[in-house]
């Protein structure tokens, strides 16, 4: 019987980056073709840049959208090659959060795998929030 060990190294700043990158370009810019490469599902095909286009714009359906974006703080989920990215914008004086789920680890890489927007904070989680530097 064999007995296997994975181990994890994940670089908070490189998620971060991949999270702002993707928000930049997805949110601010609108620039979907290359927001659509950052997504881990288009390896596979089963994203098309028309859906995260319709996503995106979902998301704001009042047409409204960021003007810039920060990073505000992170989640690592334990035991899994995932970060989820805290970011911030306002938006016609408004507040607005973006949660970037990115998966990878140190060297290799992040990639989006999931994205959400809200008017408020996202609630806590079991995990310890960081924020970033």
Do not use: W
Not at 18 to 40: C, G, H, P, Q
Not at 72 to 99: D, M, Q
């Amino acid at each position: 019987m064999g007995c296997s060990i994975n181990v994890i190294n994940h670089d908070a700043d490189e998620a971060g980056r991949a999270a702002l990158s993707f928000s930049e370009r997805a949110f601010v810019r609108r620039d979907f073709n290359s927001a659509f490469e950052l997504i881990t599902h288009t390896k596979s095909g089963s994203v098309t840049v028309e859906q995260i286009q319709n996503l995106v714009q979902e998301m704001h359906p009042d047409g409204q959208y960021p003007s810039t974006v920060e990073l505000s703080e992170y989640e690592v989920i334990p035991g899994k090659p995932i970060i989820r990215v805290f970011l911030k914008s306002s938006i016609n004086g408004s507040n607005a959060y973006y949660l970037i789920v990115v998966e990878g680890q140190r060297g290799t890489g992040y990639e989006v795998t999931e994205l959400y927007k809200s008017e408020n904070q996202f609630p806590m989680t079991y995990v310890p929030r960081k924020s970033f530097k």
